[in-house]
């Protein structure tokens, strides 16, 4: 099993283009969420799902939208990056049976915005 | 609500010096507890994590945690450090009504020869 697969690892945008970030992920979990991580912050919620064709907000949604129309998929789009955006983001899902199952992470997507 | 503090951006040990990881945490009901552990260029992945079944939790390569509910305290301990433990450190915290964990801000630990 590959687990959570993230395309591409890195990336370079100019101020005003969008970008898809991909995740994947073949363990049949049903919650996914994607988190940016920036020195001295920590991991910051993006957006979540806890099933294919339900997306709530966390803590920093804006400029950022998701969908989720399969169970296996949770891409994150950037429709117009900043350079406020640059960050590493990490994807991460998580079976749906109980609030004691961990989390498991992609390899992330380093992402600069210039 | 529900937050996890971790105190220490960076904690600095010698190699086979004690390694002390402090995390606290706020939750109005009893939570389940996680330490992950990220290294350069990788994602997190899970050290160990609290259920209740038992106060003193035991996670991969020698680190363990024990729960203190009157501290709400979850503290990662490892009795000898090895260079190969430089990472960043992650606790975490869910709680029933909350499909998401929280995350502290992290530690980072830095081990010398």
């Known amino acids: 099993n590959a687990g959570v697969t993230q395309t591409p690892k890195f990336q370079v945008l100019k101020t005003g283009q969008s970008m898809t970030l991909q995740c994947a992920q073949d363990m049949n979990h049903e919650y996914m969420s994607w988190y940016r991580q920036d020195p001295g912050m920590g991991l910051r919620l993006i957006h979540y799902?806890?099933?294919?064709?339900?997306?709530d907000q966390g803590e920093v949604p804006n400029g950022y939208n998701v969908s989720r129309s399969t169970t296996e998929d949770f891409p994150l789009r950037l429709l117009s990056a900043a350079p406020s955006q640059t960050s590493v983001y990490f994807c991460?899902?998580?079976?749906?049976?109980?609030?004691?199952?961990?989390?498991?992470f992609g390899q992330g997507t380093r992402l600069t915005v210039v | 609500a529900q937050s996890v503090t971790q105190l220490g951006s960076h904690v600095s040990v010698s190699e086979g010096a004690l390694v002390l990881l402090r995390c606290n945490y706020s939750s109005s009901v009893p939570p389940y507890l996680f330490w992950y552990v990220q290294y350069p260029n990788q994602g997190l992945q899970l050290l160990l994590k609290?259920?209740?079944?038992?106060?003193l939790v035991k996670g991969i390569n020698g680190f363990e945690a024990e729960f203190k509910k009157s501290e709400t305290s979850f503290h990662l301990t490892k009795p000898s450090a090895h260079m190969s433990d430089a990472a960043e450190y992650f606790c975490a915290v869910s709680r029933g009504g909350s499909y998401i964990p929280t995350f502290g801000r992290g530690t980072s630990l830095i081990v010398h020869p």
């Open positions: 991460a899902t998580r079976r749906g049976d109980g609030i004691s199952t961990e989390a498991f």
């Open positions: 609290y259920t209740s079944a038992a106060t």
């Open positions: 799902s806890v099933g294919a064709g339900i997306t």
